[in-house]
């Protein structure tokens, strides 16, 4: 039997896999969404994991598909019990497949400003993959980073933070 003991099909350097082409909630490119892609927050997730998982809550379960026959890899999606609907499901079920990393996207996500709409410049706390397959934690502050957009009312450039 083969071992794939880090990683599926890995497409990047070092391993990691590149995002999707797409949004598994709304199937749209970063490009239309804006934002930054996001793997994890703490209410919502997908990810590929390795070996036996459990975790989750009632409020917040998991659940988790192997993604093929014979390998410990699988995918695991969190999310409020009506979050993850049929197609969303299926789409990170195919891009994990293809050897993509599923994501959704920071409106999906509801990390976007309370007034304009406009993505979250830094959504705390969240799991966020870039361009070249690199997962980063962006840790929590004790700061509002307020809004991106200069015609918002919450508005703040970078000088701007306390
Ligand atoms: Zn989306
Ligand atoms: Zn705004």
Redesign the pocket.
């Known amino acids: 039997m083969k071992q794939h003991p880090r990683q599926i099909t890995g497409n990047a350097p070092g391993g990691q896999r590149l995002p999707a082409t797409r949004c598994v909630f709304c199937a749209q490119p970063l490009q239309a969404t804006g934002g930054r892609r996001m793997v994890a927050q703490h209410n919502l997730a997908v990810v590929l994991a390795e070996g036996p998982r459990g975790g989750g809550n009632l409020k917040v379960p998991e659940r988790v598909w192997p993604l093929a026959e014979g390998r410990d890899a699988k995918l695991l999606l969190r999310g409020e019990p009506n979050r993850w609907n049929k197609s969303a499901m299926e789409r990170a079920r195919q891009d994990a497949l293809a050897g993509w990393q599923p994501w959704f996207c920071q409106s999906c996500a509801g990390r976007v ?1 309370s ?4 993505p979250s410049v830094y959504p705390m706390g969240a799991d966020v993959i870039d361009e070249q397959g690199r997962i980063t934690h962006l840790a929590i502050f004790p700061f509002n980073p307020g ?3 200069p015609h ?4 703040k450039n970078k000088d701007q933070n306390l």
């Open positions: 400003c007034i304009c709409g406009t809004c991106a957009n918002c009312a919450r508005y």
